[in-house]
């Protein structure tokens, strides 16, 4: 069974950078074909989808993150992070990790195979 586990501050002052992780358990995330995501979703608002990192460690980012998103990976850990520079209250979000046989950018859950349970994270001085 495949388990993501998404780790992470829960809180994170202004202009600072977010850093979380997710730890992949019942395979690899360098299994041919699977992508990697990153979601989140504001209070009130919407799933959005905001970057992956692919099965060759390609990366590929929404057009509003990619000036501030980093996506990276630590095979040796079956891990990867997501880096968002330059927090705003506007980030506050539960932050998903996904996995997907397919290149997927949709925020919504049933279009991935594996899901993470999602994390808190605020924005605040």
């Known amino acids: 069974q495949v388990q993501l586990q998404e780790s992470g501050p829960g809180l994170v002052k202004p202009s600072e950078t977010l850093s979380l992780t997710c730890t992949v358990s019942?395979?690899?995330?360098?299994?041919?074909?699977?992508?990697w995501s990153w979601i989140r979703q504001p209070p009130g608002k919407g799933s959005e989808w905001m970057g992956a990192i692919g099965w060759r460690g390609a990366t590929y980012y929404r057009t509003s993150f990619k000036s501030r998103t980093s996506i990276s990976r630590d095979t040796s850990k079956n891990q990867f992070t997501l880096q968002l520079n330059s927090v705003t209250p506007e980030d506050t979000a539960v932050y998903y990790c996904?996995?997907?046989?397919?290149?997927?950018?949709?925020?919504?859950?049933?279009?991935?195979?594996?899901w993470g349970q999602g994390t808190q994270v605020t924005v605040s001085s």
């Open positions: 019942g395979d690899s995330i360098a299994t041919m074909y699977f992508y």
């Open positions: 996904a996995g997907s046989r397919t290149y997927v950018t949709s925020g919504l859950s049933s279009e991935y195979e594996y």
